[in-house]
């Protein structure tokens, strides 16, 4: 299928992307359709992808990975939904990482980055959202206190995906109360927790069943010890570290939305040109193609955003607005892509065998995580047109 022309033409690109989709190629919809019935964690997929080295793709050189740019990553995460398969299993491990790159000392990004790019750690948990502060991030209740040469920590996070298959979770805590801080936005911290070392004892792991196979959890910390040599950065900075993150998150999340888009059509297209009804194949009809095509001019604009925010952020620039709007645009064109796929294959898109409701589940989420829809719009009235904040 035909895609948005400015992408860096190198042959490297080419060729990463044909290395994914060879990688795929064994992964096909039994795998996954087995997985989803059994809410079963894709552990091969997630194996063959990080021998590769794709999921070490941003790690730089000197550390083990392949030093990538955000532009090659967002291929591969693209590239594996418009195989059929979910990166949603892993795609974390990308930009979780990213916070201890930027904002580790030189100590901690020894002690485990080169593990993390080797594949002997998994940084696939991230501890963000609480249950009564859900979008309000700055009002979240987990503690951190500073007690000798550790930090005891105390709260819940929910929706904490991949926990059980992660070795080290980076968790935001409240290490300042709200009150005392010395702004709106200090006073939260970030860590890396080892998992391994908690699990079962002050940290409990419950997994949530979702209307997906998202392997997502809710966690519970009772006086759990983190050393204070886990503390990334600055005491009380850890908000703006974590949005720091969020940009390259958005754009790898958008850059999925468009392999999942990728997926419908194609499918969708396939289906209107060979399934015959009324003596000729149902593509024929205007009522059936128009939406393919429609569906398709909307995962083209959407991909340009997200080529545009990719750019602005391997250029060190600014792309808040650019990464928020790929994230939108993107998870709104896969939706549209998935509806349409489901539409085309009439009854048969609710069977299991086609995979397609399968990706419709799965794609629906991205209207909410890792923002939801709302959070984006918001944040455009606000900063880019200088709307008043409305909450
Ligand atoms: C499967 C899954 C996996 C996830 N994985 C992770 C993870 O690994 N780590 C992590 O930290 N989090 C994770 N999340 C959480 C996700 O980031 C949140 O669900 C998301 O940010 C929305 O927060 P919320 O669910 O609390 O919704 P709420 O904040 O309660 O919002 C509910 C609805 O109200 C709307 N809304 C709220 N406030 C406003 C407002 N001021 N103006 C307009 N609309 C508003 C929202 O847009 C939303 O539609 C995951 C969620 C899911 C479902």
Request: proline letters at 4%; one cysteine or more; glycine letters at 8%.
């Amino acid at each position: 299928m035909a895609t948005a022309q400015p992408e860096h033409p190198s042959d490297e690109l080419a060729q990463i992307r044909a290395a994914v989709r060879a990688l795929c190629a064994g992964f096909p919809g039994e795998y996954w359709r087995k997985l989803d019935r059994e809410r079963a964690y894709p552990r091969e997929f997630v194996a063959a992808l990080t021998k590769a080295g794709f999921l070490a793709a941003l790690i730089p050189e000197e550390y083990g990975g392949s030093g990538l740019s955000l532009v090659e990553a967002a291929a591969i995460m693209e590239e594996i939904q418009a195989c059929g398969c979910n990166g949603a299993a892993c795609h974390a491990q990308m930009y979780t990482m990213g916070t201890l790159l930027r904002h580790g000392s030189a100590e901690q990004k020894s002690r485990w980055l080169p593990a993390i790019a080797a594949g002997e750690l998994r940084l696939q948990a991230f501890g963000v959202t609480e249950p009564t502060s859900g979008s309000d991030t700055l009002n979240l209740r987990t503690t951190a206190v500073r007690a000798g040469d550790h930090y005891i920590i105390n709260g819940q996070k929910i929706w904490t995906s991949r926990a059980e298959h992660s070795d080290l979770m980076l968790l935001l805590a409240r290490t300042t109360p709200r009150e005392e801080a010395k702004s709106r936005t200090s006073g939260l911290s970030v860590f890396v927790v080892d998992m391994n070392l908690a699990q079962g004892t002050t940290m409990n792991i419950n997994p949530i069943r979702t209307m997906m196979n998202h392997a997502s959890t809710e966690v519970f910390f009772a006086d759990l010890r983190v050393p204070a040599e886990n503390l990334i950065g600055t005491e009380g900075e850890g908000f703006r570290y974590i949005l720091t993150g969020m940009n390259a998150e958005r754009i790898l999340i958008a850059a999925e939305c468009i392999g999942d888009a990728k997926w419908f059509i194609a499918k969708a297209a396939a289906y209107a040109k060979e399934r015959e009804v009324f003596g000729r194949p149902i593509g024929q009809n205007q009522g059936v193609q128009f939406p393919i095509a429609r569906a398709y001019a909307q995962m083209r604009a959407a991909e340009l955003m997200v080529r545009e925010a990719a750019s602005l952020y391997e250029a060190g620039r600014d792309c808040g607005a650019e990464a928020n709007m790929a994230k939108l645009l993107a998870a709104d064109a896969s939706w549209a892509a998935a509806e349409m796929c489901v539409q085309t294959h009439g009854g048969f898109g609710f069977a299991e065998e086609f995979d397609i409701e399968r990706k419709f589940r799965e794609t629906r989420l991205y209207q909410v995580a890792p923002i939801s829809t709302n959070l984006i719009l918001a944040y455009l009235a606000e900063h880019v047109l200088g709307l008043p904040r409305s909450y």
